[in-house]
């Protein structure tokens, strides 16, 4: 299979899932541009990160958080998707909740949550489904907005057989100029493959848990029945 991948990634991790029996290509489709946002306290704040940028950017800017649970200005930080609780994980913190995707996160917040207050660093393009739930349930929300999504357009001048997305931001861009004409087309999950749906009325094969390593399984999966 000749897959074409909508984001760099690192050949070994690819390789070490796929093996030789593809030719994998990468194409980026949207540019990451860190903002500039000058701290502010967080005390007795949860923190809820949904992306490795978001991770990054706080960091970068020079925001502090505490996890000292033995003091009562802690904070506890909740995210989405392992590649981000890994990335806390460097900077040397832990995470208290880690879901697949920003509805797990809100039901689970709504649920077992609601009387903590919440500081969500984020980009310019996130989904605004924390934005919209956690407010009607009277939880406190404050997004800052910590990285832009530009999308790129790129125009593909080759032909593979499958294609994989890893956003929404990514799939609206891959499509303004390109079709979406490919014998297998991949979704890292849910809210991705929704946004494709969008654009063809193709089998959209859709990652379980919303990181790379299921993503590749399938992708290997499937192409084991073909």
Sequence with gaps: MDILF?????????????????????????????KTVAPFPLERKSLIFTSVNGVESFFKNGFKANENFAEKNYSKIYCVGKKTKLHLRKYGFGVFKTKKNAKELSEFIIENCAKESFVHFCG??????????????????????????????????????????????????????????????FSIG?????????????????????DLNALLLLVKQEEKKD
Aim: no cysteine; net charge positive.
């Design 6 to 34: 909508t984001k760099k990634l690192d050949d070994k991790e690819v390789s070490k899932i796929l093996g030789t029996e593809f030719s994998t290509h990468f194409l980026e489709v949207i540019k990451i541009n860190l």
């Design 124 to 185: 310019n393009l996130a989904m605004d489904i924390l934005q919209k739930k956690l407010p009607l349930q009277n939880i406190g929300y404050r997004k800052v907005v910590v990285y832009d999504t530009e999308l790129i357009y790129p125009k593909l001048e080759t032909k593979h057989d499958a294609i994989a997305f890893f956003s929404p931001s990514g799939v609206r861009s891959f499509v303004q100029n390109n079709p979406l004409d490919f014998k297998y087309i």
């Design 190 to 210: 849910e809210t991705t493959s929704l946004e494709i749906s969008k654009h063809t009325s193709q089998k959209i094969f859709t990652g379980k848990d919303n």
